[in-house]
């Protein structure tokens, strides 16, 4: 298996790069690593460019809850267009820079998957506490981001798998105070658990929001 991980410095991206070496070949990229910046096309498009396409499977790990120092909102009060805007940067534009730049690199003869990184607080089903305002609403346009482009790649790739995937609350950078209490996992018990999700999808399950033990998350 071929594999690619965007985000690879990260905490899970790591846990996953050192997983899938086990069983193949695997190309990491990062921003402290190969200066890659998703939110910037030109990076993207450089990085990814620089890629012979067969990958068998993608790994879109990037994403933060906390940036410029500034956490999750807890009221609208709260609410800034500067932090709606890096959110929204982070969290949704730079996956869907990467899925379009990401598409030429899958095979169209063979079974070949992509996956972002999402969140269970993006469900808007799921929504009964509120607050988090940037980084609920940008992850649930990312899996809208998703679910189209798994529509779009399905017909030039019939056998992709576009799949938004929530890796369950993971001891990463993520202060333990914003974990609502929930037990979190180790980064390399998560990436297990991801990759064993992933290989149970098929063509039929793209476009679809599941979390780290397999089960369908509401939009």
Known sequence: MRALVVGASGGIGSALVTALRARGEVVGLSRSGDGLDV??????AAALGALEPGFDLV???T???ILGGVGPEKSLRS???EGLAAQFAVNAVGPALVMKHALRLLPRDRVSRLAVLSARVGSIGDNGLGGWYGYRAAKAALNQLVRTASVEARRTHPLS???ALH???VE???APSLRAGHPAVAPDVAAVNLLSVLEGLGPEETGGFFDWKGAVVPW
């Open 39 to 44: 939110t910037d096309e030109g990076s993207v």
């Open 59 to 61: 790994i879109v790990a």
């Open 63 to 65: 994403g933060a809850l």
């Open 79 to 81: 609410v800034t267009a």
């Open 161 to 163: 798998v576009f799949v």
């Open 167 to 169: 890796p369950g609350t």
């Open 172 to 174: 990463t950078g993520l």
